[in-house]
């Protein structure tokens, strides 16, 4: 049985330090929250709650990381941990794969 990891964040501290980069990229690259707001296609409002609370759907904050040109960089959030054993690798390969359903008959 593995062992959890040791989590250095809080989901609080999470949230405002996912917050704090999207800002800093969006300053980066000199761009008013207006223009994030209408690049990414979410409110304004809604951007900047965003900047002050780190609190977000994760629709929009996948919207904010596409404006941003930074959605490729989520892609590595949640990889499967690599297998320690043949039935790991199993139920990790499985992972990727589509729930099978039935076709009505």
């Known amino acids: 049985m593995s062992k959890m990891p040791i989590q250095l964040h809080s989901p609080n501290e ?3 330090l996912l917050a704090d980069r ?6 980066r ?8 707001a209408e690049r990414s296609g979410v409110s304004l409002p809604t951007v900047r709650r965003y900047e002050r609370t780190g609190r977000t759907s994760v629709a929009n904050l996948l919207k904010m990381c ?13 990889k499967p ?7 790991e690798l ?6 990727g794969q589509p729930k099978r359903k039935r076709g009505i008959r």
């Open 14 to 16: 999470m949230a405002r």
């Open 22 to 27: 999207i800002r800093a990229e969006r300053l």
């Open 29 to 36: 690259r000199e761009w008013k929250q207006e223009t994030l």
């Open 66 to 78: 596409h404006a941003l040109g930074r959605l490729d960089a989520l892609a590595g959030f949640l």
């Open 81 to 87: 941990p690599r297998a320690s054993s043949i039935e």
């Open 90 to 95: 199993k139920i990790i390969a499985e992972m």
